[in-house]
């Protein structure tokens, strides 16, 4: 679960420089709201179509790992077990990078079209907005649909 976060968490700084977070600082554009957008990054993630699969493959790659560590921790010493730790835990973080990275990248694809669509040179995490701005959620929940 702190992986899937952490993947969040990268989208979210991706669409902040793929979007272009420096044209937040010029004047011009927090002037002009209209030209902001934002995402509610976990519904679109909730709405890929195929991140129910992607997360139960992960889910299992855990519990696999989870069971070796216990059938071998046993005949380990703290060193051995921290070794041992480290190497199923980069063994999940790598199969998560090969099931979640494509998928943050279409992800990131349609937040990009849909933003160049409706002309939004900005966009945002729906968390991070207070008031302003222009909610495109649903229509990048249509492209990634598609």
Same mark, same amino acid.
């Given at each position: 679960?702190?992986?899937?976060?952490?993947?969040?968490?990268?989208?979210?700084?991706?669409?902040?420089?793929?979007?272009?977070?420096?044209?937040?600082?010029?004047?011009?554009?927090?002037?002009?709201?209209?030209?902001?957008?934002?995402?509610?990054?976990?519904?679109?993630?909730?709405?890929?179509?195929?991140?129910?699969?992607?997360?139960?493959?992960?889910?299992?790659?855990?519990?696999? %790992?989870?069971?070796?560590?216990?059938? #071998? =921790?046993? $005949?380990?010493?703290?060193?051995?077990?921290? /070794?041992?730790?480290? +190497?199923?835990?980069?063994?999940?973080?790598?199969?998560?990078?090969?099931?979640?990275?494509?998928?943050?990248?279409?992800?990131? %694809?349609?937040?990009?079209?849909?933003? #160049? =669509?409706? $002309?939004?040179?900005?966009?945002?995490?729906? /968390?991070?907005?207070? +008031?302003?701005?222009?909610?495109?959620?649903?229509?990048?929940?249509?492209?990634?649909?598609?």
């Amino acid at each position: 679960m702190i992986l899937v976060k952490k993947q969040i968490l990268s989208l979210l700084v991706a669409v902040l420089v793929c979007v272009g977070f420096a044209g937040v600082l010029s004047p011009k554009t927090v002037l002009a709201a209209d030209t902001i957008g934002f995402v509610n990054v976990q519904r679109v993630f909730a709405s890929y179509p195929d991140i129910s699969s992607a997360r139960a493959a992960i889910g299992l790659e855990q519990k696999k %790992a989870q069971e070796e560590f216990q059938s #071998k =921790a046993a $005949g380990l010493d703290d060193e051995g077990k921290r /070794a041992l730790d480290k +190497t199923l835990t980069e063994r999940i973080a790598q199969r998560e990078d090969e099931l979640m990275g494509p998928i943050q990248k279409k992800i990131l %694809a349609a937040i990009n079209k849909v933003a #160049k =669509a409706q $002309g939004i040179s900005t966009v945002f995490d729906s /968390a991070a907005i207070v +008031t302003g701005g222009k909610d495109i959620t649903k229509d990048v929940i249509d492209v990634i649909s598609k």
